[in-house]
């Protein structure tokens, strides 16, 4: 039997902003980008992508940040 646990949880951030950093260097170098365009995917859609996961990091954030200020008080 197996069983698998998926909580929400503000911790996930750092493995989103991990892969944010490593995608982000990679796309500089334009890194195997020549495959995903040969096959006529727009360069827009991976700077979205990246908006995306940074936008998803900061909600993280935001949250993490605002449960630990409740805690305080």
């Known amino acids: 039997m197996s069983a698998t646990f998926t909580g929400n ?3 996930i951030q750092k ?3 991990c892969v944010s950093e490593q995608f982000t260097a990679m ?3 334009k ?3 020549h495959w995903y365009t040969s ?3 727009d360069e827009m ?3 979205e992508a ?3 996961l940074n936008d998803l990091v900061s909600k993280y954030q935001q949250y993490q940040d605002s449960t630990a200020e ?3 008080a």
Do not use: G, P, Q, Y
Request: charge should be negative; include cysteine; aromatic fraction near 16%.
């Open 9 to 11: 949880n503000t911790t």
């Open 45 to 47: 859609k991976f700077t």
């Open 50 to 52: 990246e908006s995306n």
């Open 15 to 17: 493995l989103f902003k």
């Open 70 to 72: 409740e805690e305080v």
């Open 31 to 33: 890194a195997f980008l």
């Open 27 to 29: 796309f500089r170098c």
């Open 39 to 41: 096959e006529s995917m």
